[in-house]
């Protein structure tokens, strides 16, 4: 006879229908105000910005001594007053065109560079070993050559400012194109790419991200060295840059100057970081789904 005992229990068969999603609620909550506005990325960016500005405002006020540390209100006023009655506005032309003569002979030197690293074994250990020798070597550090081979003038600041910029970015660049996968490789050697064609249409996009790493590693080094030098002799003894306008005012005990001058460069340093380098990177290595 069957066990009755411990046979499955038999259960009814029903069926249910669908329910309307309508009654389940709303599946996207639409934002509030503030998350609307905190979710933007320059409203917080500001948002830090006037933070550091009401903290400054405040330290100065309580240590009281403007030879020191002025406030920000005095400095704001200092900045006006270089700038639309004094050379603060020429100083800082002068900076960014030797700047923009000297990052662009970088980046080209560099692209020739890794163009021959990437091309020839002699190019890769040629590469390494000058990497290896001046990237530790502070650009400052070469001033005084600059002055004995090439003078006092723009000369010796580009020569500094291109060895600031070389290394940096043909290490990155380097490193970058080391990385491409060898699938993406042997998909440009199949189309017969060689030499300068395959590098601007295999190894330049898919190493993009560490290309641009590097252009902002030499942008800061390019700027920061430029403002060090200009410091020491300026470009001439009558239009020095951003540097030698800092330097006078110390000379001058001018501290509120001196902190107008030091904001300018902040400044043009947030707008090429902000500006620049955000918008390149929203148009290649975001879009193409390189980078969050």
Not at 60 to 80: E, K, S
Not at 100 to 119: E, K, M, N, R
Not at 138 to 148: F, N
Not at 267 to 276: A, D, F, N, P
């Amino acid at each position: 006879m069957p066990d009755t005992k411990h046979a499955p229990v038999e259960r009814p068969e029903y069926e249910l229908s669908p329910s309307d999603a309508g009654v389940i609620g709303e599946i996207v909550r639409p934002l509030s105000a503030w998350e609307l506005i905190s979710n933007q990325t320059w409203v917080r960016r500001i948002t830090i910005l006037v933070v550091l500005c009401v903290a400054w405002q405040l330290y100065a006020q309580w240590v009281n001594n403007p030879l020191m540390f002025p406030t920000f209100y005095d400095v704001m006023l200092a900045w006006w007053d270089s700038a639309f009655h004094g050379p603060l506005f020429d100083r800082t032309f002068t900076s960014i065109r030797v700047l923009l003569i000297g990052y662009a002979s970088g980046i080209a030197l560099a692209a020739a560079f890794t163009t021959l690293a990437v091309s020839t074994r002699i190019g890769t250990d040629l590469l390494s070993t000058l990497t290896a020798m001046f990237n530790p070597l502070p650009a400052i550090a070469l001033l005084p050559l600059a002055l004995l081979w090439f003078g006092l003038g723009i000369p010796s600041l580009v020569f500094v400012i291109i060895h600031s910029v070389l290394w940096a970015v043909a290490l990155n660049t380097h490193t970058g194109f080391m990385a491409v996968s060898e699938t993406l490789r042997m998909a440009g050697q199949n189309y017969g790419l060689r030499g300068i064609p395959y590098v601007l249409k295999i190894l330049i996009p898919a190493a993009f991200p560490s290309i641009l790493a590097g252009l902002k590693i030499g942008w800061a080094f390019s700027w920061r060295t430029l403002i060090a030098a200009e410091l020491v002799f300026g470009v001439s003894s009558r239009s020095g840059g951003l540097g030698w306008f800092i330097f006078e005012n110390r000379n001058q005990l001018e501290t509120a100057n001196v902190f107008a001058g030091l904001f300018t460069v902040i400044v043009i340093g947030l707008v090429v970081e902000s500006v620049v380098f955000r918008s390149l990177e929203a148009r290649t290595v975001r879009r193409w789904g390189m980078q969050r």
